[in-house]
């Protein structure tokens, strides 16, 4: 069973930045660990993840180039640094950890871990 601590929501100006954390109860190796997120009225959207060894990244369009995702290896936390927000980026950011890539892009109704999620608020 893998548990999931996220950290770092808050509210932040337009332009401005926030770094989110993910820390991880356990082993992450065959692991995917990835962020989503999620406004009223809208569908969870996919903003990037991480694979542990080899290290891979891949992010949503509506975030590449803004957010970048790393990850520390002995802390087994990853890390979403979040530049240049927007007040469309304001959502619930959960993260989420799953052996199967395709889950993040196109099935993540078959996650098998989540957090609790935290809120981020972008203020125009």
């Known amino acids: 069973q893998e548990e999931l601590v996220e950290s770092g929501g808050g509210l932040v100006q337009a332009g401005g930045s926030l770094r989110l954390s993910c820390t991880a109860s356990s082993t992450t190796a065959t692991y995917f660990v990835g962020w989503f997120r999620q406004s009223p009225g809208n569908e969870r959207e996919f903003v990037a993840a991480?694979?542990?060894?080899?290290?891979?990244?891949f992010y949503g369009d509506s975030v590449k180039g803004r957010f970048t995702i790393s990850k520390d290896n002995n802390k087994k936390t990853v890390y979403l640094q979040m530049d240049g927000m927007k007040p469309a980026d304001t959502a619930v950011y959960y993260c989420?950890?799953?052996?199967?890539?395709?889950?993040?892009?196109?099935?993540?109704?078959?996650?098998?871990?989540w957090g609790q999620g935290t809120q981020v608020t972008v203020s125009s």
């Open positions: 991480i694979s542990w060894n080899p290290e891979y990244t």
């Open positions: 989420a950890a799953d052996r199967v890539l395709n889950n993040f892009l196109r099935t993540p109704n078959k996650i098998n871990y």
